[in-house]
């Protein structure tokens, strides 16, 4: 066999496992994201979630959520909270940062199925 051609499958799946491994690491966020909007609602429901159900409610509302929506109902709540200034300046750098990995990572999943 070619050693040319073992280098670029090797090369190759390295750049698979690399893309995968964006992908797995952005759903962890995503996951993340929702999860601190269900126990933040579920703290202002039942001002401190200790039950099941006080879980299971917010989990019905936030469940599921992409990073976009995400980020949007985050801004809405630092705003109905009057979150200082400098806390939410903070916040809404590293969204903007993340958006810049969603948009990179939203371009190669686009590519790896139209391809």
């Known amino acids: 066999?070619?050693?040319?051609?073992?280098e670029l499958d090797q090369d190759y799946r390295e750049l698979c496992m690399a893309v995968g491994h964006l992908f797995?690491?952005?759903s962890?966020?995503?996951g993340t994201l929702a999860a601190t909007l269900k126990l933040h609602l579920a703290n202002q429901i039942c001002g401190n979630a200790k039950s099941v159900n006080d879980?299971?409610?917010?989990?019905a509302i936030?469940?599921?959520?992409?990073f976009k929506s995400a980020r949007d109902t985050i801004k809405?709540?630092?705003?109905t909270?009057?979150?200082p200034k400098e806390v939410e300046k903070f916040v809404l750098s590293i969204f903007e940062h993340v958006g810049h990995?969603?948009?990179?990572r939203d371009h190669i999943a686009c590519l790896l199925y139209t391809s």
């Open 1 to 6: 066999m070619d050693s040319s051609k073992i």
């Open 24 to 26: 797995i690491t952005f």
């Open 28 to 30: 962890r966020l995503e």
């Open 55 to 59: 879980i299971a409610l917010s989990s």
């Open 62 to 66: 936030y469940g599921g959520m992409r």
């Open 76 to 79: 809405r709540i630092m705003t």
């Open 81 to 83: 909270e009057n979150t």
């Open 101 to 104: 990995i969603e948009t990179f």
